[in-house]
């Protein structure tokens, strides 16, 4: 969706970090969310943040969230090729209507 | 537990046949969602429903309505097919506005 951008691909080694990043328009969202996407499947919640939090830790990933700039980034640390997969931003606004970007595409090489 | 069911699962129409996506959820969630997932373009929202007997526009509603039949069910109808709406169509639900569960997918062919 337009109101949500990432770039479309990331390419890391594995066991380096990786760090995908995106940015909203809605400055009402509640929450944002970090969704991972494997071939063929639906889309599985990875992890979330509330609007007034900086940052969230949750083992190997760190979502950092900066409001004023709107500007979102997921870090996942020790790259695996199982982590392989489009990985979605989103944010969802208080009318319940959650609007996602177009994916960034993960590749990690061994 | 079966989460979000979608039926079917693949499906081609000639261009001008109608057809209905069937998407059920068993968690009680108040909100139900219909997107459709294009490459490069991520997922764009066709319509929503806040809440039993309610449903809303997304950002590409054109050649599409829905029905939010009860809590559970919330199906897409495609009145006459195009070329252009050749996609993976997801239904996906929540409670309000936390995490959404996603179905498996619809991947719809218009020849």
Redesign the interface.
Known sequence: ??D?EQS?FLSVREGDSSVINCTYTDSSS??L?WYKQEPG?????LT?IFSNMDMKQDQRLTVLLNKKDKHLSLRIADTQTGDSAIY?C?E????????????TRLTVKP | NAG?TQTPKFQVLKTGQSMTLQCAQDMNH??M?W?RQDP??????IY?S?SEGTT?K??VPNGYNVSRLNKREFSLRLESAAPSQTSVY?C?S?F??????????TRLTVV
């Open positions: 969706g337009e949500v479309l509640t929450y969310y499947a639906g889309l599985q919640l979330y979605f989103a969802s606004r208080e009318n319940n209507d959650m609007r996602f970007g177009a994916g | 979000v108040n909100s969602y997107y490069g373009m991520g997922l764009r929202l929503y806040a809303d997304g950002e997801f996906a929540s309000r506005n936390t995490e959404a569960f996603f179905g498996q997918g």
